[in-house]
């Protein structure tokens, strides 16, 4: 396999993950058993991996491909947060607050950061990587067995904490930028462009 052919392989595996958006939906409308839901989990959590790890071993870790990743994975996971609810209605009712106030976050990052950067954010924070972790395990304990137990329950409020963050992150800094680890390292981003500034 050439090089070249190697570099597209990290924006396939993001293309991966955007194509089972709609298909997680098609599964839930044919009536697939809920060990395919769990499957195709798996499918987005190693794509999710891969697609960075490639992406830095190969040297094609662009902006672009950071932001495409991040979309990919708000796309697929409101895909699996639909099906959850339209399957499992009672339990996804019961964290009706939490969830709500999950959803106000979210809605409230976009719009700041379309509002300050014209862009989405690609932090991939450490709290968005244990988010995404405990999505995973929280949907598959949900559409794979039916129970919306502590892993379910834990990534609500560990989203609901890296959402509070990103939009802190986002007030704090003073332009776009790609990959910040964490609040303090958006501190840390502040200060050196405020000394570059006065340069």
Not at 85 to 94: D, G, N, S
Not at 98 to 108: D, F, H, Q, W
Request: some cysteine.
């Amino acid at each position: 396999m050439g090089k070249k052919m190697l570099n597209k392989i990290p924006m396939a595996l993001v293309y991966l993950r955007i194509l089972l958006a709609p298909f997680v939906i098609v599964m839930y409308l044919i009536g697939v058993n809920s060990a395919a839901y769990v499957f195709v989990l798996v499918a987005a959590l190693f794509s999710d991996i891969f697609d960075g790890v490639l992406a830095r071993k190969l040297g094609v870790a662009t902006e672009r491909l950071r932001a495409m990743d991040s979309l990919a994975d708000t796309g697929f996971y409101l895909a699996i947060a639909l099906v959850a609810f339209l399957q499992y209605p009672e339990a996804i009712a019961a964290f009706a607050v939490p969830i709500s106030t999950l959803v106000g976050l979210e809605l409230a990052r976009y719009i700041v950061d379309w509002h300050k950067f014209s862009k989405s954010a690609a932090y991939h924070m450490w709290s968005a990587k244990l988010w995404g972790i405990f999505l995973f395990l929280g949907f598959c304990q949900l559409l794979g067995f039916g129970q919306a137990g502590l892993f379910f329950e834990l990534a609500i409020y560990i989203g609901i904490a890296t959402n509070i963050e990103g939009l802190l992150a986002s007030f704090i800094l003073p332009k776009w930028r790609c990959d910040v680890p964490s609040l303090l390292h958006a501190f840390g981003l502040r200060m050196q462009d405020s000394f570059a500034t006065y340069e």
